[in-house]
């Protein structure tokens, strides 16, 4: 039994954790008018109490001021009388007002009533009343009342003893009866008003709920298909990972292959080409591990100055030869001073590689211009090309993850829509900015620049 239970509350717990859906419709349907619900039942309370209070000195007040007038006019039944009829006249919630003489142990009698034909009669205290008595024996200068129901009505009565003006001798006593029906409709109204607008609310919160219940679906496919995505991030960054080592090994065997001297010249070409692949997998492999790194906020940057005229040097010098075998030319005009900038070496080359390789890579004939200079405290580098072009629809989507514009010219030339996002990121890193200036069959500018200090 003890262990069935647990089990219950365990899938219980995991069910809540799987949908926290489940959660928030508790509290807009459940918690909520719940709260409201006690909330409002609290101000009732506090809201008769002080009624009550309100209602026992009403009381008071009306049986003191008319035990005043009663002790000096006692033997007046006349007189009493129509001061209770004046009374009973400005003030409806009286349903009962007796001044009543000395007991005889047993019944009082009344010696004025606002009911004509009971003046003369005589009273039996019920049990209410015989408590009330009780008490103003005790203390005949004040006013005991309490509250009591009839056929589920409230109402409230008050005794009071009438002492002779000339001396503190008890002569009679006043009776009120009020009734609290007319208030009590008033708050039974309001409460009903105010518990319908509540049910109204929880009717319509579960409406949308229902109506909306896909919205929740929607919250819990996100939340699921962000944990697929991580789990292919996971699987890529590990694939790449892996690949590193089989992809070194190629190359070496390669190497080694292409340094033999008896090799046909039919198979130095394949050895080429093997050479090529391995190359451009092991660029792709690198490519996904940035990304992973940038998306995992794990990019490294190891900051030192950098020469940066020998590097725009040394990036071009590494490129002159894919762009000799595409018969561009490889143009430099670089100012006779560049700055040094303390930065990340590899990442500034990386970038001016991808850059100039983009500019090679997508031109066909022409050439390939790297021009850098200092503007103001930035140090400017424009790679210009006599190459493809790049639309201005694509242009605004050119730093996307992933994205390749898709037209003739570019079918055939291989890539993954990765560089230029590497670029932008590692670029923001360094706090530089940079744009594209291009016109489709005319050519392309990349401007990067980079802040001195
Ligand atoms: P890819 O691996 O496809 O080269 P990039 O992110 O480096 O990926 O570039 C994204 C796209 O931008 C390319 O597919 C290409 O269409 C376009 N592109 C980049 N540089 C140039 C350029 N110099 N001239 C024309 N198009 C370019």
Do not use: C
Request: net charge neutral; hydrophobic share 45%.
């Amino acid at each position: 039994m003890k262990a069935f239970l647990k089990e219950t509350l365990m899938r219980g717990l995991n069910f809540v954790r799987d949908n926290p859906q489940v959660i928030y419709t508790f509290f807009l349907v459940v918690a909520i008018p719940l709260a409201f619900f006690f909330t409002g039942e609290q101000f009732l309370k506090v809201a008769r109490e002080n009624q009550d209070k309100l209602e026992r000195n009403r009381i008071g007040i009306l049986e003191e001021t008319f035990a005043l007038f009663a002790g000096e006019y006692m033997d007046d039944a006349p007189s009493l009388n129509a001061r209770i009829a004046s009374l009973v006249k400005e003030n409806e919630t009286i349903k009962t007002f007796q001044v009543l003489g000395l007991s005889d142990g047993e019944a009082y009698p009344i010696i004025a009533s606002m009911v004509d034909e009971e003046v003369g009669a005589t009273v039996t205290p019920d049990k209410l009343s015989m408590f009330l008595f009780g008490s103003v024996m005790g203390s005949p200068r004040e006013t005991f009342a309490t509250s009591y129901f009839i056929d589920g009505e409230r109402y409230w009565r008050g005794i009071r003893a009438i002492t002779a003006s000339s001396s503190p001798q008890t002569v009679g006593y006043i009776v009120v009866d009020l009734s609290m029906a007319q208030a009590d409709a008033i708050a039974r109204k309001n409460i009903r008003n105010a518990y319908a607008v509540l049910a109204l609310i929880i009717v319509l919160i579960i409406i949308l709920l229902v109506r909306h219940a896909r919205i929740i679906d929607y919250a819990t496919l996100y939340r699921r298909l962000k944990e697929v995505d991580q789990m292919k991030d996971d699987f890529v960054s590990m694939a790449a990972h892996e690949l590193r080592t089989p992809l070194t090994i190629i190359r070496g065997y390669a190497d080694i292959l292409k340094g033999m001297a008896d090799i046909p010249p039919a198979h130095r070409e394949n050895i080429k080409r093997i050479e090529t692949s391995a190359h451009d997998l092991a660029g792709l492999v690198d490519d996904i591990l940035d990304v992973a790194r940038i998306q995992e906020g794990r990019l490294s940057f190891t900051v030192a100055p950098v020469q940066t005229k020998e590097l725009i040097s040394s990036v071009i010098e590494s490129l002159v030869r894919t762009a000799q075998e595409k018969g561009l030319v490889l143009r430099t005009e670089l100012a006779e001073t560049l700055p040094v900038l303390n930065t990340d070496e590899k990442r500034m080359r990386q970038v001016l590689i991808n850059i100039v390789g983009n500019s090679i890579k997508y031109t066909e004939k022409g050439e390939v211009a790297v021009r850098a200079f200092t503007e103001g405290n930035n140090l400017v580098i424009r790679v210009s090309d006599t190459g493809i072009g790049i639309s201005a629809e694509d242009q605004k989507k050119l730093f996307q993850k992933f994205y390749r514009v898709k037209s003739k010219e570019t079918e055939d030339i291989r890539g993954t829509g990765l560089g230029l996002w590497i670029t932008l990121q590692i670029i923001q890193q360094m706090k530089g900015t940079i744009n594209v200036e291009s016109i489709k069959g005319k050519g392309t500018d990349f401007i990067v620049t980079l802040p001195i200090s």
